[in-house]
C-alpha cells in the first residue's frame, strides 16, 4: 500500500487554500458527465500516481503488470466494480459503487485488505454509446481483436502520467474520454504518434484544455494524408465523417467538430485513424 507523509501542519494548511479551479483540475472532476459509467483504478492511495480507466461491460481476467498494484478506485455515473483476487476472476471478490481512497481500509480477508490485492475485475453500468453499439460494431473491422486485447489488458499502467495541460490536448483510446489517455501542450508537434506509448490508430476521442487551444490531426505520419482541424472536444471521433469518396475539397464533418482536407484515402469515420497530431494556439481575430 502506498502512502503519502505530510512534512508539517503548514503544508495541509497550504494545500487547503489552493484554488478550487487547481483542486478540479488535480481530480478532473468537472467534466463528470461526459465519462459516463466509467472506473479509474490508481496505483496509489487517494487517486494519486498512474492511472487506467474502464468502460462499463469490461471484464478483466488478467491484470498483467497492473497484478497487485491498485491502491485506490474511484467511480464514475453509474458505474460499478466488481474486483478479484485472482485471475480469471478467482478468489475473494467484493463490488464497489463509490470511491474508494485507500483500499487498504477494505477488508478482503481478515486484516488483509484490498490493497495490491487485486488480479481481474469486472465494470457494471451502462455504456454512454450503448444505442449505436450495433452499428459501430458492424463499422469497426478491428473491433473484436481490440475487445480480446481489453479482456487480456495487454496494457499497463501510464507511469506517473501528466496533469492535464493549461493549454493543450488529451486524447483517448475509447469513446467518451475513457480507457488509456496521453497529454500534449500548445506548441507540441508529434510527426509519429507510433513513437509515444504506440498511439498510432488508437485514438477515439479528443479533449481541449484552454481557450485558444486548436489541434491539426493527420491520417498518416508526417503531417500526410486526409486532415482535421480541432476546435473544441470530440467524445466520439466515429461520429466524425470520413472520406468515401472525394477530391480534397470535402470537409471533416458536419457539426463545427472540426473541418478537414486531403486525399483520395477512402475511410468511413475518424475513430481510430489519426498518425501524427499539431498542437496550435489559435490566432486573435483583432
Keep these: ?53 474502464y468502460r462499463a461491460g469490461d471484464e478483466i481476467n488478467n491484470l498483467g503488470a497492473q497484478n497487485n498494484s491498485i491502491s485506490s478506485i474511484r467511480v464514475y455515473g453509474g458505474g460499478t466494480v466488481t474486483v478479484y483476487e485472482k485471475t480469471a476472476f478467482g478468489g475473494h471478490s467484493a463490488q464497489f459503487t463509490s470511491d ?3 483500499l487498504g481500509k477494505r477488508m478482503m480477508s481478515g486484516n488483509t485488505g484490498w490493497s495490491d490485492r487485486i488480479e481481474s475485475l ?22 473484436n481483436d481490440r475487445n480480446n486485447n481489453d ?5 499497463v499502467f501510464r507511469g506517473n502520467q501528466p496533469q492535464q495541460p493549461r493549454d493543450g490536448i488529451c486524447v483517448y483510446d475509447r469513446p467518451n474520454y475513457g480507457g488509456r489517455s496521453q497529454c500534449w501542450n500548445q506548441g507540441e508537434n508529434i510527426s509519429n504518434i507510433a513513437r509515444q506509448g504506440d498511439w498510432n490508430g488508437q485514438i477515439s476521442s479528443i479533449r481541449l484544455f484552454g481557450n485558444r487551444t486548436v489541434a491539426m490531426v493527420y491520417q498518416d505520419p508526417n503531417y500526410r494524408g486526409e486532415s482535421m482541424t480541432v476546435t473544441r472536444d470530440i467524445p466520439d471521433l466515429a461520429a466524425i465523417r470520413g472520406r468515401i469518396r472525394g477530391n480534397g475539397n470535402g470537409n471533416g ?20 485513424q489519426i498518425s501524427s497530431v499539431q498542437v496550435q494556439a489559435q490566432r486573435q481575430v483583432r
Design 253 to 272: 464533418n458536419g457539426n463545427g467538430n472540426g473541418r478537414g482536407r486531403g486525399n483520395d484515402r477512402d475511410f468511413e469515420n475518424w475513430d481510430r
Design 151 to 155: 479482456r487480456n489488458n495487454s496494457g
Design 122 to 143: 469486472r465494470i457494471g453500468g451502462t455504456p454512454v454509446n450503448d444505442r449505436n453499439n450495433n452499428d459501430r460494431n458492424n463499422n469497426d473491422r478491428n473491433n
Design 1 to 53: 500500500m502506498k502512502t503519502f507523509t505530510f512534512i508539517a501542519l503548514g503544508v495541509v494548511i497550504g494545500l487547503g487554500a489552493v484554488p478550487r479551479g487547481d483542486a478540479a483540475v488535480q481530480y478532473n472532476r468537472g467534466n463528470d458527465r461526459g465519462r459516463g459509467d466509467q472506473i479509474c483504478v490508481y496505483k496509489d492511495i487517494n487517486y494519486f500516481g498512474a492511472e487506467q480507466c
Design 100 to 102: 474508494v481512497p485507500d
